[in-house]
């Protein structure tokens, strides 16, 4: 399984979509990687990169909504982060207009988008349930 | 080329390699290469640093270790080194670097860091950015990788 229960922050909203991305992932991977004519395939994989791009961008500012209602104090610097990496989503939709759906092409966005993610939900994410920790403990 | 660049470079590499991969990273004993080219393992990330630090950062990993950080991050088998795999484990350096900037920039060297370059293939050597690399041996319970890193203060 690509999702692991160790990437939680404890925020069940912010899990689930992190869970629900890690998923789709997973299977557009599966279908990437999987044997047989790429040809055929490419129908399928231009829908869901696309639908890949818009579910991370939803999620990111569902995610930025969060942040603002807790006050989340780095909220400024996790949008930037958000924004680099909306950018090079954007990059690689336009090389995949502009080359073709390419398997390589699908196979390294793919690749850079897991590790990413990853890191993204394990590291940069779990400082925002830190923060939501500490409240937490002053309400006590 | 001075040893307290290393301290940043390995911390970000403990701290990320922990984090996403689960995995605990221990150092060996630094090695000085002088006028002699890198020799590089089955996968070769290259990244270089501009700003107070000229240079670069040359991760390389055996075949066997890449495909099994891959297999942890996505729960999948990996059979060989494919653009997925390489693509991957070019994002995890990136992100290392990245960290690593940031610790550096606490001990007044700002850089910033060039996108990737991801080479495969065994054996291959490497010209060092500069005249002198630092090998930095890491072990971890996948297997043992390596850090060059060739910076220097720029002038």
Known sequence: MMWKDSYKIGVEEVDRQHKELFERLSDFITVLRSDGDWEPKIPEIKKTLSFMGDYVVEHFDSEEEYQEEIGYPEREEHKEIHEQFKSEIADFAEKFEKEGYEKDLALEFSGKLMAWLINHVANTDQKISDYADSLDGEDE | ?155
């Open chain 2, 1 to 155: 080329m001075k040893a307290e660049f290393v301290n940043p470079i390995y911390q970000a590499t403990s701290d990320v390699l922990n984090t996403m991969l689960g995995l605990e990273v221990t150092r060996g004993d630094l090695r000085l290469v002088e006028d002699d080219a890198i020799v590089g393992s089955d996968a070769n990330v290259i990244i270089g640093l501009t700003g107070s630090l000229n240079g670069s950062i040359h991760y390389s990993f055996s075949e066997e270790m890449t495909l099994e950080m891959v297999r942890i991050m996505s729960g999948m088998e990996m059979d060989e080194i494919d653009k997925f795999v390489s693509s991957a484990v070019g994002e995890i350096a990136n992100i290392i670097s990245g960290n690593a900037t940031t610790y550096l920039a606490e001990n007044d060297f700002d850089c910033d860091i060039v996108s990737p370059q991801i080479m495969i293939g065994q054996n291959k050597s490497f010209s060092m950015a500069n005249d002198q690399a630092l090998v930095i041996p890491l072990e971890t319970e996948i297997g043992d990788f390596e850090i060059n890193l060739s910076v220097k203060e720029s002038e």
